[in-house]
């Protein structure tokens, strides 16, 4: 299933974008919905405190609970492969300013700054092994990915990507789960690169939409990826090429 933002608050959709149910619906603004690996937890950002926090439900229970307290605002929540770690973006203006990639450890909420003073928005991207969390950054001219390792705060290994697979602006990451490709959405479209042995990034790549796109997730069977963009919710890959998702929220 897949649980999406729209409205204000997070919905349920079956993977022919049928309503299932309503996990938040509230008066506050409820968004950037992330799902575990184990289907036990979703993370999202609510102002429900007065600033966007980073928050937590168990799916089994329904209840919430805050897991940041930053300053400004904190959102764009990504889980590790275990579900006992989050990275997420922190900083004074959710819109403009610079930000801080920080992680978050779920049963202590004790939190480890990784790196600030960064200029892209962007929802930061586990690697599979979960020793480095990636995010995109333009830096002299050039579109990098940038791996911070999560061990203690240190140096990042910085990949500079193929022009033609990343766009400007916001570019989204995903690894897939078997740790063989990445997934990017940017302006420029979907692409999907090589993970070569070590984890360098190849430069080969395939499009799988050339539709400007604002997050993209694999399916599980790594052939396709679901996706947004202005029109909505789309699936892109495969035989079909894009296919839309219609959802039945006014």
Same mark, same amino acid.
């Given at each position: 299933?897949?649980?999406?933002?729209?409205?204000?608050?997070?919905?349920?959709?079956?993977?022919?974008?049928?309503?299932?149910?309503?996990?938040?619906?509230?008066?506050?603004?409820?968004?950037?919905?992330?799902?575990?690996?184990?289907?036990?937890?979703?993370?999202?950002?609510?102002?429900?405190?007065?600033?966007?926090?980073?928050?937590?439900?168990?799916?089994?229970?329904?209840?919430?609970?805050?897991?940041?307290?930053?300053? =400004?605002? !904190?959102?764009?929540? #990504?889980?590790?492969?275990?579900?006992?770690? %989050?990275?997420? &973006?922190? /900083?004074?203006? $959710?819109?403009?300013?610079?930000?801080?990639?920080?992680?978050?450890?779920?049963?202590?909420?004790?939190?480890?700054?990784?790196?600030?003073?960064?200029?892209?928005?962007?929802?930061?991207?586990?690697?599979?092994?979960?020793?480095?969390?990636?995010?995109?950054?333009?830096?002299?001219?050039?579109?990098?990915?940038?791996?911070?390792?999560?061990?203690?705060?240190?140096?990042?290994?910085?990949?500079?990507?193929?022009?033609?697979?990343?766009?400007?602006?916001?570019?989204?990451?995903?690894?897939?789960?078997? =740790?063989? !490709?990445?997934?990017? #959405?940017?302006?420029?479209?979907?692409?999907? %690169?090589?993970? &070569?042995? /070590?984890?360098? $990034?190849?430069?080969?790549?395939?499009?799988?939409?050339?539709?400007?796109?604002?997050?993209?997730?694999?399916?599980?069977?790594?052939?396709?990826?679901?996706?947004?963009?202005?029109?909505?919710?789309?699936?892109?890959?495969?035989?079909?090429?894009?296919?839309?998702?219609?959802?039945?929220?006014?």
């Amino acid at each position: 299933h897949i649980i999406i933002s729209a409205l204000g608050d997070l919905w349920e959709l079956d993977a022919a974008g049928a309503l299932v149910r309503a996990w938040v619906q509230d008066a506050y603004a409820d968004r950037d919905p992330a799902t575990s690996a184990d289907g036990r937890w979703l993370a999202f950002t609510s102002d429900r405190d007065g600033a966007p926090q980073i928050w937590v439900m168990d799916l089994a229970s329904g209840d919430s609970r805050p897991l940041t307290a930053e300053t =400004g605002f !904190a959102g764009h929540p #990504a889980w590790n492969s275990r579900a006992d770690t %989050l990275a997420y &973006l922190a /900083g004074d203006n $959710i819109a403009t300013g610079r930000l801080d990639l920080k992680i978050v450890n779920v049963s202590d909420r004790s939190a480890l700054w990784l790196a600030g003073d960064l200029r892209e928005r962007g929802t930061p991207a586990w690697t599979p092994d979960g020793t480095r969390v990636g995010i995109v950054q333009r830096e002299q001219g050039s579109t990098r990915l940038l791996l911070y390792p999560v061990a203690a705060a240190g140096n990042p290994r910085r990949v500079t990507l193929p022009a033609e697979a990343a766009g400007p602006g916001v570019n989204e990451l995903q690894w897939s789960g078997d =740790g063989t !490709a990445l997934l990017i #959405a940017s302006a420029a479209g979907i692409r999907a %690169l090589p993970v &070569l042995e /070590g984890g360098l $990034i190849g430069a080969e790549w395939r499009s799988l939409a050339d539709v400007p796109a604002q997050l993209a997730r694999w399916v599980p069977d790594r052939d396709a990826a679901l996706f947004t963009d202005g029109a909505g919710l789309a699936r892109a890959g495969g035989v079909s090429g894009v296919t839309r998702i219609p959802v039945p929220l006014t």
